[in-house]
T-cell receptor, first 112, second 114 residues
């Protein structure tokens, strides 16, 4: 079956540091890939998505590129802020199917 | 305003109680979902409703009973729960279109079973 693997957290960075959160997946075919973010006390919000190989999703300074050859969708940001502290979830979904398969989440803590 | 509202935000109940979680979406979507989020585990999809019909039930114990009276409302009826059912329960909605539409989540109900 499908699965998503994320690096374990917490990831602790200083403000303005470069961020990478690794995500790899196992799935048949060509799923769509997503990053969701969960701020404390809130539900998940869609951060960005990519629907085919080599697509780059971007939003709020975050980027991730759909790499079919390495089955990866790593999240990056050039300069993190304290307000980026949250839990980040990588997820996949197959075209025509409603269910999302989530990774276990990576907690990011940004210190001033 | 997330567009998906869940009530209550917090619920504490005994194992013999009966309670219900409520979800309402204001986005005009026609698919709704219940997820369970436990500590240090991936989100688990529990139920999916599309056009008010249950289309997925992922081996959820019968002590959880979903209800979708219309496309804007989704309930999760709870009875005789176990301590391991303590978790954050998230509701989500999406619009049924081709491809894989993103899901919009509520802020969740934090459930604690005594």
């Amino acid at each position: 079956g499908d699965s998503v693997t994320q690096m374990e957290g917490p990831v602790t960075l200083s403000e303005e540091a470069f961020l990478t959160i690794n995500c790899t997946y196992t799935a048949t075919g060509y799923p769509s890939l997503f990053w969701y973010v969960q701020y404390p006390g809130e539900g998940l919000q869609l951060l960005l998505k990519a629907t085919k190989a080599d697509d780059k999703g971007s939003n709020k300074g975050f980027e991730a590129t759909y790499r079919k050859e390495t089955t990866s969708f790593h999240l990056e940001k050039g300069s993190v802020q304290v307000s980026d502290s949250a839990v980040y979830f990588c997820a996949l979904a197959h075209t025509g199917r409603r269910a999302l398969t989530f990774g276990s989440g990576t907690r990011l803590q940004v210190q001033p | 305003e997330t567009g998906v509202t869940q009530t209550p935000r917090h619920l504490v109940m005994g194992m013999t109680n009966k309670k219900s979680l409520k979800c309402e979406q204001h986005l005009g979507h026609n698919a709704m979902y219940w997820y369970k989020q436990s500590a240090k585990k991936p989100l688990e999809l529990m139920f999916v409703y599309s056009l008010e019909e249950r289309v997925e039930n992922n081996s959820v114990p019968s002590r959880f009973s979903p209800e979708c009276p219309n496309s804007s409302h989704l309930f999760l009826h709870l009875h005789t729960l176990q301590p391991e059912d303590s978790a954050l329960y998230l509701c989500a909605s999406s619009q049924e279109v081709q491809g894989s539409p993103p899901q919009h989540f509520g802020d969740g109900t934090r459930l604690s079973i005594l």
